[in-house]
């Protein structure tokens, strides 16, 4: 098949089995890759009501059929599970070189079932895959293991490693690759740990067939070309994402304090120019990438300097803003920890801010955190990050996340953990932004940012009008999880304004499947509604009600800052929610109708959903 | 005078014309503050201005030729 490997990898890590089955032409036909991979394996072959943490719960590693090829950014892997943060839909997708190296391997997707008795790491080596024990990097962090297996493997395989945080099932740990890429949210990474995998090396020497070579080969330069010629292109790699900072401070959404407010009056000390012109050492790109947004950066805390990549936007707004860190070092050193430890920086600023803010508060007292903790101290900040991902003290409480951990807190605590669905909040504060506080209330898996990321639309069209808002939303919803399908980087198209129509015509060169871009779209709402009926499945009395995001938001109006004064009432929250499911063609209570299944080609998934609509 | 602008990443979108370079006629003396108004833009969905290789503030004075370059907020990953 054209584009893809043509295989899948299955290991059964409790007999210590592996096998390949050839892909399925109709997975690839209805489903692309990546994401849609994962949705639909999940959907399948999780069964009804598994733990997580269970043998019969699955890992999916999914690359895309634009993966590895001469494109801009197409390194692009899914890592997918029943998260063990949310109990629903979890995936996360990664840059670096993880994809390619899977497809050069033979695969286009690797499932992996079971548990290890001792900890091991599976080793791919293109036909040949072993499980080898893990047993002198079981307890190493993340990228420490890395580099050991790089040693003692070589330098060209493609690892993908979890740190103490996975190893002790920590809800929110991430899986890490090229020492800085992180496939960071919904705990697939505990789950890995909980099966014992401390990592996975892939190395391959193989080729992906594609329709036309030669067409492949000519629009790829020109995709390159292009990109190269945008307006903004220069600008755009100097900072990467940390260069958007001071404007979501000016716009007044920045994650500030446990997202008690929007401004950060520090935020200056904490933007992509303060990265560039203190800390920076290099850009650093993923596969084939035109515009790297990665930046490698050294900083000094101690004795001896500390290397990270990082940290771009989601970590300043989470360890910086939320957390306080007042300064880009501050903030780099967190990122190292977190990294390091292996957890997901979105997530672990979340939860340390969730805690700082109890302990101001006296929902949490000394003697529980074993210290004095506060706002804005880096010592405080780490010391938190190591207590969760040791779950040593407090961190066995935090390591559940805000949504466990605060229902068990009490105290008033769950107004102010900001999740949604289990996932904690990523970092763009919603209460003055109708669109993107829709898009985190309805993402799939959890409140995440990037399904969807409709800021921009609320500030271009009014700020305090909800009409049109749900239609972007789900426009959105559509075209950006497209990319994690196929297998390749939206940033090229998000940040430089590199134009659709392009992929629309790599596809059929690369595939020899003339879909439109309609086409891929409607394939992208099929994956869409193939994951809600999952949540609706997997979570009972999934539905409206765990949409919502916390009291903070639709209570509290913002204290300070360029947006004071708003918040979303809940009653606006439903007219928002109303017209959302309308248009998607879900019911009143978000559970997408029979009608609308069948009409995606999702008749199997009725069944899932229809106690939800009789209930 | 006529000020040469481009537009990058999705701020086309956002203009009636829909194209990601135009030339606009402005007073003589008017600022980049001036030029978002009168393309129609929200003065916040401009998070950048260069000009001559240069970034500069939106209360940066144009001069009549000179080629300007507006850029949205970038996307956090």
């Known amino acids: 098949m054209n584009g893809y490997a043509g295989k899948i990898l299955r290991i059964d890590l409790t007999s210590g089995k592996t096998a390949t089955e050839p892909l399925r032409p109709e997975l690839a036909r209805d489903y692309l890759g990546g994401r849609g991979f994962a949705a639909k394996t999940l959907f399948e072959e999780v069964p009804k009501g598994v733990e997580p943490f269970s043998a019969e719960n699955i890992v999916v ?99 993908a490693t979890i740190g103490p945080a996975g190893e002790n099932l920590v809800k929110f740990a991430c899986v890490s690759h090229d020492f800085g890429r992180q496939s960071g949210r919904t705990g697939v990474a505990a789950v890995l740990g909980w099966k014992r995998v401390k990592a996975i090396a892939v190395r391959g020497s193989q080729t992906v067939p594609v329709a036309d070579p030669q067409g492949v080969l000519r629009k790829g330069e020109e995709m390159y ?93 989470l360890l910086g803003g939320n957390c306080l860190l007042d300064s880009i070092e501050k ?43 506060s706002f804005g101290d880096l010592d405080s900040v780490v010391y938190l990050l190591e207590k969760i991902a040791r779950r040593e003290g407090v961190g066995d409480l935090l390591a559940e996340g805000v949504k466990t951990a605060s229902e068990k807190l009490g105290g008033g605590s769950q107004r102010f953990a900001i999740q949604v669905k289990g996932l904690e909040w990523s970092g763009y504060e919603s209460r003055y932004s109708p669109s993107m506080m829709l898009s985190y209330m309805t993402c799939d898996v959890g409140a995440h940012h990037n399904r969807s990321w409709a800021i921009t639309h609320d500030v271009a069209v009014g700020r305090e009008s909800l009409e049109g808002k749900a239609d972007k939303v789900i426009e959105l919803q559509h075209i950006r999880p497209l990319f994690d399908a196929l297998g390749i980087c939206r940033l090229q198209w998000v940040e430089i304004g590199f134009e659709l129509n392009h992929y629309e015509e790599i596809f059929p060169l690369v595939t020899g499947l003339n879909y439109s871009w309609q086409d891929l779209l409607q394939i992208s709402e099929r994956i869409w509604n193939l994951t809600r009926a999952f949540w609706v499945r997997e979570v009972p009395g999934f539905g ?35 017209d959302y499911y309308a248009k998607r063609g879900w019911d009143k209570n978000g559970i997408p109708t029979p009608e609308k299944l069948k009409e995606l080609g999702l008749a199997f998934a009725i069944c899932a959903v229809s106690a939800a609509h009789q209930g | 005078m006529r000020i040469v602008v481009v537009l990058a990443g999705a701020l086309r979108d956002y203009v009636s014309n829909g194209v990601d370079r135009m030339e606009v006629e402005l007073p003589e003396g008017a600022t980049v503050r001036e030029l978002i108004g009168a393309l129609g833009l929200q003065l916040e969905l401009v998070m950048a201005v260069v000009a001559g290789g240069e970034k500069r503030g939106k209360d940066y004075r144009l001069t009549a030729g000179e080629e300007i370059t507006l850029i949205p907020p970038v996307s956090g990953g």
């Open chain 1, 61 to 159: 590693i999914a690359a895309g059929p634009l993966s590895g090829l001469f494109l801009p950014g197409s390194g692009k892997v899914t890592f997918a599970t029943k998260s063990p943060a949310t109990g629903g839909y979890g995936d996360s997708n990664m840059g670096g070189h993880f994809a390619p190296e899977i497809k050069y391997a033979g695969y286009d997707m690797i499932v992996i079932k079971g548990q290890a008795t001792e900890p091991v790491v599976i080793v791919i080596d293109d036909d040949k895959v072993s499980l080898v024990s893990a047993a002198k990097y079981w307890g190493k962090g993340a990228l420490e293991s890395e580099a050991m297996l790089k040693h003692d493997l070589g330098e060209e395989f493609q690892i």
């Open chain 1, 225 to 317: 070309k292009i990109c190269f010629s945008k307006p903004g292109f220069k600008e755009w790699t100097p900072e990467g994402t940390a260069g958007v900072t001071d404007w979501v401070n000016e716009v007044g959404a920045f994650p500030t304090k446990n997202f008690e407010t929007t401004y950060f009056e520090h935020h200056g000390n904490i933007n992509g120019r303060a990265l560039r012109e203190r800390i920076l050492v290099t850009d650093k790109g993923c596969f084939g990438c035109p515009i790297p947004c990665g930046k490698y950066s050294r900083v000094s805390f101690g004795s001896k300097p500390t290397h990270v990549e990082g940290p771009e936007y989601e970590t300043i707004a």
């Open chain 1, 331 to 373: 903030v780099a050193y967190a990122n190292y920890v977190c990294d390091e430890l292996g957890l997901d920086t979105i997530s672990g600023g979340n939860v340390a801010a969730f805690a700082l803010e109890c302990f101001e508060k006296g929902i949490l007292t000394e003697k529980q955190v074993g210290r004095k903790v």
């Open chain 1, 544 to 578: 409206r009600t765990m949409e919502y995001p916390p009291a903070r938001f639709m209570e509290d109006p913002i204290p300070t800052g360029p947006a004071k004064g708003k918040y979303l009432p809940k009653e606006t929250l439903d007219i928002l929610l109303d």
